[in-house]
Structures are given as structure tokens and as C-alpha cells.
């Protein structure tokens, strides 16, 4: 062997084994043309079977397009077809699309000076529409559940007017109706109000819930101020014995009530910034008595209700001032009160819960010389599970003047609106 | 009724504050588009009860849409009578809310920008609630629950209205 050739086996096997894969594509021969007609051939049957394939799915989609179509159309006939029968049954009003029924309830616990359980009030509102611009309004009320003879309870009719628009913003009312005065005289619903009995102001010296027979105008002035001017059948205090001249002791209800000495109320109320309103109201009594002594008298009332976020302010002064040597003979000519009542809600996953005090002065007796006033502090707290539902559970601590009878207490409720 | 009868009631429409069809124009002011349906299927029929405390009443529901804005007229019952109510929504808030027809005796003070521009900007959260509290005017608590409940339900009708093609 040749001395040159050694390295080149070495060369030749590297070479060899790189190159292996291009000799082994190499090695495999070019398809020959048979072979190349088989592969077009099946290559043109599957086109053949994937353009079939595309037609049919293409008329699928078409058909499924018009299915589609034929459903939209039967849906929107459906649709207007429901919608023209509700317009009919609409357009041929029953008694029951224009008449209104609501109402609210108190059960009342109180326990301290004062044991007992009571449903306080279940009242029913009827309401129907006459027209767009006259309507029909009424308040039933039945208090400590039975009325009658021997009986603790009473039903009342507290409402019953016929409302008139006759502008814009005008309107009057006519009947048995609320007297335009205070917070809780027009709006005393359980849920609206903290603490489970009315406040003792609106109860002594605006002798909540007062209603009389009349006559109102009212509407707005301006944005946000509004007014009512009423005149209506006055009170009838009783001239002797320990509630003579008192204030609350005057209400007849409209019940065979003595007319022969109407009054006059006139309100402002100013509620331009959301959540604020401030209200003022002057009423004049032409005969407190109705004709047995004379006896006219003045009311004085103004009052604010704020709500900004959680917190709530309620602030009210009433004074009575009544002319005649009568009632300054017992000190029953100057009849007034107050409260301030902060408040604090905040919700929660069960529903809204607000903590309040109140704190409360009023004297029927302010004409005299002695101390004859009442103070009572109230404290405790609301819980809503619904808007239209309130548990309410209160304190109220009395300081009463001497000779009278304190009345310190804990209040449970149960009211509700709907 | 003798007594009633002295009183005629003028010709046009007490307590209507704004036609519908001035608030579509103050909406869109070039031209107001064709009216849509927004069909109230069940998920929708059962947000809309959750938001209003009761059922919503109509299958479909009529909207005026251009791009991110559209504009709804609502119903609810104060007191006792229902409120209609315009509602203009842009891009997942309130733009501008307006009571067009007023039939409560009372609490008519929430027809008054005053009133309705607390709600200028609101969004709704997931519970579907408005993210902040409106002050309600005394006296018309009832009436505020309403607009709050029609601003609610604007709002979710809204996010419907905007997502279906």
C-alpha cells in the first residue's frame, strides 16, 4: 500500500458520516411518474371530497340563517303581540289601577314606670284616583286593637279628603285632613321616626296626630319653598278640672265637633338643599272653648329635620300663647316645648341600624310661676331589616315637676309601612 | 261632588315637567337615534326584581343608544303613583337624571336639579347599589327611594344594553 493513502481512511470516515444523510436522500430515488400520478390523483379526490364537504356546510349555515331569521321574527311578534294585550287591559282600567291601598302598624312593649304590650296603631290608607288631577284620600286608624264600649281601643277615621290640582304647582284640599304643622303630624310612619312613642312635644304641646275638617291651599312659592295657608274647625279644651285649657285635651276629631269657632294655620317650609328642610307654621284659634269662656290663642311652631350621610338633626319649639283671665289664672296661658334629637345610621349586612338621643322640655303650665316643667332624655337605637320594617328599642329617663308622677321606661317596638 | 264640579281643569298636562321626547333631544343633540329593544330575559328580569324589590313587568325594554351613551325612560311607584323618569348613561355612570311626570301630592321637590344633581356621575357597585348615598328630601323619602331604585336599574340595564351586539 502506498504511503499516502494512511490518513485518508480517517478523512473518509468523517467525511462518511457526515455526509450520510445527504447519501441516504441521495440513495433514495427521485418518485418515479406513476408514482407521482397515484399521489395527484389522491390528492385531487380528497379536494374533491373537502369542497363536497364545503358546500354542504356552507347551505347548513345558510338554512341555519334562515331558521334564525324565521325565529326573530316569531320572538318580535311574540313580544308585540304580549306588550298590545297589556296595553289593552291597561287602556280598560279594573277599580284596582286606580285605587291605592298602604297602611302601617306599631306593636308597642313598655316596660319601667309603665308595664304593658299594646298594638299601639294599625292604620289602612285608601286612595283612588279620580281623574289625573283629583284624587281621593283617607287614613282608617284602629288603636290598642278593640274599640268599643268598656274598651281601651278607638277607631278613628284620620283622613278623608278630595285633593284638586289646579295649577301647576297649586293645589287644594278639602275634608278631614292633617294639619300643616311640626315634623311628625304628616309624616309619623314607624320606620320614618327614632324612638318607639312620639316625642312628648308633638304630643303635649303639638297635639300629634292632629287633624281637623277644612279647607287648604298650598304649592310651591319658588324652588324649594313651599307653602299652606288652612282654615279649620278649631279645638275644644275642656274649661275645668285638671286638664282645663290643656292643649292635647282639645282635639274633637271631627266627631259631631263643636264649629262655631274655626282657626287659621299658615306654613313655610324651605327644603332647597337635599336632606335639609326648615319649616315654620302660625295658627290662630279664634275660641279655644268653642263659646263657653272666651279664649283665643296662638301657635307658634318652627322646626328643622336634617339628613347628610349617616347623620340625622331634629329640632322643634312650640309655644302656645292663650288670652283670657282663665287659663292665666292657672298658668295654662303660656303652653311650650322643645327637643334636639341627633341621630347616627350606618348599614350593615342585615340591614340599616341608627342610634339616637333626644333630649326633651315642655310645660304645660309655663305661665305659672312655679316649677312645672318636664324634662326627659331619651337614648337608644332603630334597626331596619327592610325600609319598610323597624325593631326599635329605646330608654326614657323622665325628670318630672314636683307632685307629678315620673315616667321612666323601656320601649320595645315592632313597626312597619307598606 | 256638586262642588268638585266648579272646578275645570285646564287643558294641558299638570305635573309634567318635561316632555320625553325634549329629553332624547337634549341627549342627543345632533339627532336622536332609532329606539332599541333591550329584551328583559330571565337573569335580567331577576336583577331587575332584586334591584326594585319587585318584578320588573315588561318583556322588553325600550333604550336610545349612541356609542358609549344611552338614554332610558323608567317608571316607579312612589308613594302610590308612579314617577317617569328620563336616565341619560355614558360610559358606566349617571350623566343626567330628570323626573319628566310627577303624580305624588307630594314630595315634588325631587323634580328640582337641586335634587337630582346628587346623582350626576354615579356608578353602581356589584351589590348593585349606587356607590354613594343620596340625601333625601323630608317628606319625600319615597319618592328618593324610587329614582334611587330607576337609577340602579339604569345603570345595569346599561352594561347590558352596551355589551349585546
Not at chain 1, 450520510?20 to 427521485?30: H, I, K, N, V, Y
Not at chain 2, 315588561?58 to 328620563?86: C, F, S
Request: glycine fraction near 10%; aromatic fraction near 10%.
Amino acid at each position: 500500500m502506498p504511503q499516502n493513502l494512511r490518513p485518508f481512511p480517517a478523512l473518509t470516515l468523517g467525511l462518511a458520516i457526515a455526509l450520510s444523510p445527504m447519501t441516504t436522500a441521495l440513495a433514495q430515488e427521485p418518485p418515479s411518474r406513476e408514482e407521482m400520478w397515484r399521489t395527484i390523483q389522491a390528492q385531487q379526490k380528497q379536494l374533491q371530497a373537502l369542497t363536497k364537504k364545503l358546500a354542504k356546510t356552507t347551505k347548513k349555515a345558510e338554512t341555519t340563517e334562515k331558521k334564525v331569521e324565521a325565529s326573530e321574527e316569531r320572538i318580535e311578534a311574540t313580544g308585540a303581540m304580549v306588550e298590545q294585550v297589556r296595553e289593552a287591559s291597561n287602556a280598560q282600567p279594573g277599580w284596582w289601577q286606580k285605587t291605592q291601598i298602604g297602611g302601617y302598624g306599631e306593636l308597642h312593649y313598655n316596660g319601667g314606670d309603665k308595664e304593658e304590650i299594646d298594638f299601639h296603631r294599625f292604620v289602612l290608607f285608601v286612595g283612588h284616583d279620580f281623574t289625573d288631577s283629583i284624587r281621593f284620600f283617607s287614613e282608617l286608624e284602629l288603636e290598642h286593637s278593640i274599640a268599643g264600649d268598656g274598651k281601651s281601643g278607638e277607631i278613628e277615621l284620620e283622613q278623608a279628603y278630595i285633593e284638586i290640582d289646579f295649577s301647576e304647582f297649586h293645589r287644594t284640599t278639602l275634608g278631614l285632613q292633617m294639619i300643616p304643622i311640626g315634623i311628625l303630624n304628616e309624616t309619623h310612619e314607624p320606620p320614618t321616626f327614632f324612638g318607639v312613642e312620639r316625642n312628648p312635644i308633638e304630643s303635649n304641646i303639638v297635639p300629634s296626630t292632629w287633624w281637623e275638617g277644612g279647607a287648604k291651599f298650598s304649592g310651591e312659592l319658588w324652588e324649594g319653598i313651599s307653602y299652606d295657608a288652612m282654615v279649620h274647625s278649631g279645638l275644644e279644651t275642656p274649661t275645668t278640672g285638671s286638664s282645663a285649657f290643656k292643649i292635647r285635651n282639645g282635639r274633637n276629631k271631627v266627631s259631631n265637633a263643636s264649629a262655631s269657632d274655626g282657626a287659621y294655620t299658615g306654613r313655610l317650609r324651605w327644603t332647597a338643599l337635599p336632606g335639609v328642610e326648615f319649616g315654620v307654621t302660625g295658627q290662630y284659634q279664634s275660641d279655644l272653648t268653642q263659646g263657653v269662656i272666651d279664649t283665643s290663642a296662638t301657635l307658634f311652631e318652627v322646626h328643622t329635620d336634617v339628613r347628610q350621610g349617616p347623620w340625622g338633626l331634629r329640632a322643634l319649639f312650640a309655644r302656645w300663647d292663650l288670652r283670657g283671665i282663665a287659663p292665666e289664672a292657672i298658668g295654662r296661658d303660656v303652653q311650650q316645648g322643645w327637643y334636639v334629637e341627633p341621630s347616627y345610621r350606618f348599614q350593615t349586612q342585615i340591614g340599616e341600624v341608627g342610634v339616637f338621643t333626644r333630649f326633651n322640655e315642655w310645660d304645660n303650665n309655663a305661665g305659672s310661676n312655679g316649677d312645672t316643667q318636664f324634662q326627659q332624655i331619651d337614648f337608644g337605637f332603630n334597626y331596619w331589616p327592610h325600609e319598610d320594617v323597624v325593631l326599635k328599642l329605646d330608654f326614657q329617663v323622665q325628670d318630672a315637676p314636683a307632685g307629678e308622677t315620673e315616667d321612666d321606661r323601656v320601649n320595645l317596638g315592632l313597626g312597619f309601612q307598606f | 261632588m256638586m262642588g268638585v264640579c266648579f272646578f275645570t281643569r285646564p287643558s294641558f298636562a299638570i305635573d309634567t315637567y318635561q316632555n320625553p321626547e325634549n329629553f332624547l333631544k337634549e341627549a342627543f343633540p345632533n339627532a336622536t337615534p332609532q329606539a332599541k329593544i333591550l329584551w328583559i330575559t330571565k337573569t335580567r328580569g331577576e336583577v331587575a326584581r332584586r334591584i326594585l324589590g319587585h318584578n320588573f313587568g315588561a318583556l322588553r325594554q325600550r333604550y336610545w343608544r349612541n356609542g358609549e351613551r344611552t338614554v332610558w325612560i323608567l317608571d316607579e311607584i312612589g308613594k302610590m303613583h308612579p314617577i317617569t323618569t328620563g336616565i341619560l348613561v355614558e360610559g358606566g355612570a349617571i350623566k343626567r337624571i330628570r323626573v319628566l311626570i310627577y303624580r305624588e301630592s307630594r314630595g315634588g321637590e325631587v323634580r328640582y336639579p337641586f335634587f337630582t344633581e346628587q346623582f350626576e356621575g354615579a356608578t353602581l357597585t356589584k351589590n348593585l347599589k349606587l356607590d354613594r348615598h343620596i340625601d333625601g328630601i323630608s317628606g319625600a323619602t319615597l319618592s328618593v327611594r324610587a329614582l334611587t331604585h330607576l337609577a340602579e336599574l339604569a345603570l345595569y340595564l346599561h352594561g347590558e344594553a352596551i355589551n349585546t351586539p
